[in-house]
């Protein structure tokens, strides 16, 4: 028997725009250039498989499970949880899972938005220095590299300017945390639903654009090979890392964490579903949908990286200085890297909304509907108070100049003396914990939707069309998640530490 909540009557208006927004939350700025880089640095082609596998056998059904929960619970994260256990005759404490995907969520859009500073900055510097090329030459301005005229040395120092300038890297975080905050204040339908059915399409039109002009414009052959070519043998090829561990803590490390299971976004996107959205249909066009725009990001980055000579394996610098360096050298880098960084702004802003809407919702419930405005205020002052702390202890302890700029939460390492976090400032040290906190939701998700969730009430919500593909889904809930996660789990915590990893 389906269960009545009192939780509100938001949802989605239809099923493309849930589609949209789900789509938006997982597509984010990691996977612009995390994806393509882990890819090729794990076998290219042969880790792609493997990675589509992952996705396949654990990403999907507990995406699924994820929204199903959701759907039947009406209510936020946890409160869905809840009231599932209950139902079950099961305690209200599996709602820890729901509670560690919140303040998980909450935890990354502390330093998720400074780095979306840092995108901003960048569509800033590029934008004026377009506008003033432009204004000097006219139209064929528009055919320059991004930031003509300047040295590699001062195009690479960009970052680290901005690094040196707290100030800048505060006003950029507190445009961001702004946007987020007015989005999610004007609620599902008229916040939520209307920037993401306005800003996906645009992503993927300028995604598919630049594809286009790599392809043309850059060392295909070289960019196809690193992403796609099957490498097995070497320090870098499958075999290795299949050896170690490695490989396979990566591929589905990346598979959970791009589609964002473990975080309560898709349980909380789930509660806006009406009851004739189909769960499976929506998780496999989610799931595949976010590996492809790992795919297209890789096409678009990768030929023209290697068409001017650069190194591809640069992590997460590659989009703040290896790809600015490569704009200056292409025709129309200018161009074609503004539009680079506006589509990562764009992929930021539908992630992060969906990670304030995720605690938001919580209040929201406590308050019965009400006050949806101040609690996304309040909770956008916090995240931006904290991710202040975060960008300031990004600043360099010394100044370019030479001059000590030790402080606080630059020299603060937290858990120090632990293995795992060791030499971690605060944003580092964040970033990591919340590898570990999401993880351990997702098992716990796993667990909870395939042995404390009754069969019947799961075959109700997730309206399979045959008993066989459901009976598949619980073969894959009950043993293949729950033994996947817990092995990515262990392999973080306690093997790739003693391996040094």
């Not at 999610?184 to 995604?207: C, D, H, Q, Y």
């Not at 490390?253 to 004739?276: H, P, V």
């Not at 570990?436 to 919500?461: D, Q």
């Not at 045959?466 to 293949?480: A, N, P």
Request: charged fraction near 15%; aromatic fraction near 12%; include cysteine.
């Amino acid at each position: 028997m389906a269960i009545q909540s009192d939780a509100g009557d938001a949802r989605w208006s239809s099923r493309a725009a849930f589609i949209l927004a789900a789509i938006g939350s997982s597509v984010g700025l990691g996977n612009l250039w995390r994806f393509p880089y882990v890819a090729g640095e794990n076998g290219g082609g042969a880790f792609v498989i493997l990675y589509v596998l992952c996705v396949v056998l654990i990403g999907l059904p507990v995406l699924a499970a994820e929204l199903f929960i959701g759907r039947r619970g009406r209510r936020s994260a946890v409160g869905s949880v809840v009231v599932l256990a209950k139902a079950e005759g099961r305690s209200s404490w599996w709602a820890l899972q729901s509670w560690l995907g919140m303040i998980g969520s909450f935890i990354i859009l502390t330093y998720y938005s400074v780095i979306a500073g840092w995108v901003i900055a960048y569509i800033v510097m590029i934008g004026g220095d377009l506008i003033q090329t432009f204004a000097s030459k006219g139209a064929v301005g528009l055919a320059a590299g991004a930031f003509a005229g300047e040295s590699q040395e001062a195009v690479n120092s960009k970052l680290i300017d901005l690094l040196n300038d707290p100030g800048r890297m505060i006003f950029y975080h507190a445009a961001f945390m702004t946007m987020t905050v007015f989005i999610v204040a004007r609620g599902v339908k008229g916040g939520i639903e209307r920037v993401t059915s306005l800003l996906m399409p645009a992503f993927f039109v300028m995604l598919l654009v630049l594809v286009g002009f790599a392809l043309v414009t850059g060392d295909r052959g070289r960019g196809l090979d690193f992403l796609l070519g099957v490498r097995l043998g070497g320090e870098q090829g499958l075999l290795q890392g299949l050896a170690d561990g490695s490989v396979i803590s990566a591929a589905l490390g990346q598979a959970f964490f791009s589609i964002g299971l473990g975080s309560a976004l898709m349980m909380t996107y789930g509660a806006y579903m009406e009851k004739d959205q189909d769960i499976p249909r929506s998780s496999r066009f989610i799931g595949l949908s976010d590996t492809g725009v790992g795919i297209l990001a890789g096409l678009a980055i990768f030929p023209i990286v290697f068409q001017v000579g650069l190194n591809p394996g640069q992590g997460p610098t590659l989009m703040f200085q290896t790809l600015p360096l490569a704009f200056q050298q292409m025709p129309a880098g200018g161009l074609f890297g503004l539009i680079f960084f506006v589509l990562a702004l764009f992929a930021a802003i539908t992630s992060s909304i969906a990670l304030l809407e995720a605690s938001t919702r919580w209040f929201e419930d406590q308050q019965k509907g009400r006050q949806r405005t101040i609690i996304a205020i309040l909770l956008g002052l916090v995240a931006f108070a904290v991710g202040v702390a975060n960008a300031l202890s990004q600043v360099p302890t010394v100044g370019p100049d030479g001059a000590d700029q030790a402080g606080f939460f630059n020299t603060w390492r937290p858990l120090d003396g632990v293995p795992q976090f060791s030499g971690l400032v605060l944003l580092d040290f964040l970033s990591r914990l919340t590898d570990y906190i999401l993880p351990i939701a997702g098992f716990i998700t796993a667990v909870f939707a395939g042995w404390v969730v009754s069969a019947s009430a799961a075959r109700e919500e997730l309206g399979f069309k045959s008993e066989r593909w459901f009976r598949r889904w619980r073969f894959l809930i009950r043993y293949i998640c729950p033994i996947g996660i817990g092995a990515v789990i262990i392999y973080s915590v306690v093997v790739a530490p003693l391996l040094g990893g």
